[in-house]
C-alpha cells in the first residue's frame, strides 16, 4: 500500500514530526489494510519511509521508518531495546520507569510503563493496536514480564476506531494486579488496573524528589491533586511534620492513606474534596502554608478550550499565591501539551499580579528522563514544571 503526499507535504516528516493528517494526502493506491503499513511517498516521488495507515483517522499516517525494512518482532524488539538502554543508561539503579514513550521512542500510538516485572500498557494507535500480542510477547520472553496489564480506557483510541477496554494481558490467569513498589526509598501499594493512566504517575518521579530539597521539619506543605501522594509523601521522608494532601477521588485518597500508613508518616492528613472547595474553606480558617504543589490534571484537550484552560490556571495559581507565606515555594504544573510555556508564564504573571505577590522562577523542567521529547514534534511535550519562590 502507498499513500501519496500533496506537494510540499513531506517537510515537516523530513525534519522529523511523525505525523502526517489525512488532508495532507493526494492519493493512496494499492489494498489498503485499515491499521496496515503503508508505504509514504512525496509528490515528486521520493521514498519517504513506512508507518501505519489508518483512514478514518484525521492522522492518517504515523511514520515508524526512513528505511525500506519490514515492520515485525525484530524490528520492534530492537526499537523497545534501545528505548531501555538509554534509560537504564542514565539511571541504572531505577526499576520503574516509562520503557517506551510513543512517538518520542519511534514507536507510534505505544506506551510501555515499567514497574519492576510488571508492565502497563496503553496504545493509541490503529496499527501498533494489531501488534499487540508481538509486544506482549517481546515482555514475557525478552524483558521477563510477570504482569502485563493494558490501560486502554482513553477517548484518543476512539479517534482511530478502537475499543475503550483494561484488562490483564498476561498471564491470562492473573487476577490480582495490586503489588507493593519501592521507588526513592518510599514504600506505595500500586494497582495497575485500578490507578490513575498506567496505573502510577512516572512522569513526575524524579520532580517529586525536589520537594524535599524544600521543606524541613518546621514546614506547613500542602499538596493538591495529591493523587496517590506522592509529594506529600517525599516531603514527610525529608522531615516535615504538617502535610495535607487533596483530591476530589475517593480512591486516591485512600490509596495515599494507605501509602502513609505503610511508610509509617502519620503528620499527613488526606482529604476528599474538590480543589476549588478546599480554596474557598482554607481563606475562611486564614491558614497559611510555606509550601504548596499544584499538580492538576489536564484543563484541556484540544486548542479550543486552550482559553478556558488558562482562566482555571490563573485561578488555581491565584489562590495557592494568597495562601503562602512571604518568601516560601509554589510548585505549579500544566500536563496539556496545547498550554505552551509562553502561555503558562504569562498565566503566572497575571495570578501573581492579581495576588498582590512577586514571584522568582527558581527550578523549570518537563517530565522524567524517561519521557523523552522530540523538539520536532510539539505534541511530546506536555508536562510543564516551575518552581516559584513567592515573595
Not at 495562601?323 to 505549579?332: A, D, E, Y
Amino acid at each position: 500500500m502507498d499513500i501519496y503526499l500533496k506537494k510540499n507535504e513531506e517537510r515537516r516528516l523530513r525534519i522529523g514530526h511523525q505525523w502526517i493528517f489525512s488532508n495532507e494526502i493526494e492519493r493512496t493506491e494499492g489494498d489498503i489494510i485499515n491499521g496496515g503499513i503503508a508505504n509514504a511517498i512525496s509528490s515528486r516521488g521520493d521514498y519517504l519511509g513506512k508507518g501505519f495507515y489508518n483512514k478514518h483517522s484525521l492522522i492518517a499516517y504515523r511514520h515508524l521508518t526512513s528505511f525500506d525494512e519490514e515492520i515485525n518482532k525484530d524490528f520492534l524488539l530492537k526499537r523497545i531495546k534501545t528505548a531501555e538502554q538509554m534509560r537504564v543508561k542514565n539511571h541504572p539503579e531505577r526499576h520503574y520507569f516509562r520503557l517506551v514513550n510513543s512517538e518520542s521512542d519511534f514507536l507510534p500510538g505505544l506506551i510501555i510503563d515499567k514497574f519492576g516485572d510488571n508492565y502497563s500498557i496503553q496504545v493509541f494507535s490503529f496499527g501498533m493496536n494489531n501488534l499487540i500480542q508481538i509486544i506482549c510477547d517481546i515482555l514475557v520472553n525478552d524483558f521477563k514480564a510477570q504482569l502485563i496489564v493494558e490501560k486502554n480506557d482513553n477517548d484518543l483510541r476512539l479517534l482511530e476506531g478502537l475499543d475503550k477496554k483494561e484488562g490483564i494481558l498476561y498471564p491470562v490467569s492473573a487476577s490480582d494486579t495490586e503489588f507493593t513498589a519501592d521507588i526513592d526509598g518510599i514504600k506505595y501499594v500500586l494497582n495497575l488496573l485500578k490507578g490513575q493512566k498506567t496505573g502510577f504517575y512516572l512522569d513526575q518521579t524524579l520532580n517529586r524528589l525536589k520537594i524535599r530539597e524544600y521543606v524541613s521539619e518546621n514546614s506547613s506543605v500542602l499538596d493538591l491533586f495529591c493523587n496517590d501522594g506522592g509529594f506529600s509523601l517525599n516531603a514527610a521522608y525529608a522531615g516535615c511534620k504538617k502535610i495535607t494532601g487533596v483530591d476530589s477521588s475517593e480512591y486516591c485518597v485512600e490509596s495515599a492513606k494507605k501509602n502513609a500508613g505503610l511508610n509509617g508518616f502519620s503528620d499527613i492528613n488526606f482529604l476528599c474534596d474538590d480543589v476549588f472547595s478546599f480554596f474557598d474553606k482554607a481563606f475562611q480558617t486564614k491558614e497559611k502554608y510555606n509550601l504548596i504543589v499544584l499538580d492538576p490534571p489536564s484543563f484541556t484537550k484540544s486548542k479550543k478550550s486552550v482559553n478556558t484552560a488558562l482562566r482555571g490556571y490563573t485561578e488555581l495559581n491565584y489562590k495557592a499565591l494568597k495562601l503562602l507565606h512571604k518568601n516560601s515555594i509554589l510548585f505549579t504544573y500544566s500536563c496539556s501539551h496545547h498550554i505552551t510555556e509562553y502561555l503558562f508564564e504569562d498565566m503566572l504573571v497575571k495570578a501573581a499580579a492579581e495576588a498582590g505577590r512577586k514571584i522568582q522562577i527558581i527550578e523549570h523542567s518537563n517530565c522524567s528522563y524517561d519521557h523523552p521529547v522530540l523538539p520536532q514534534m510539539s505534541e511530546t511535550k506536555y508536562l510543564k514544571e516551575y518552581i516559584l519562590r513567592v515573595l
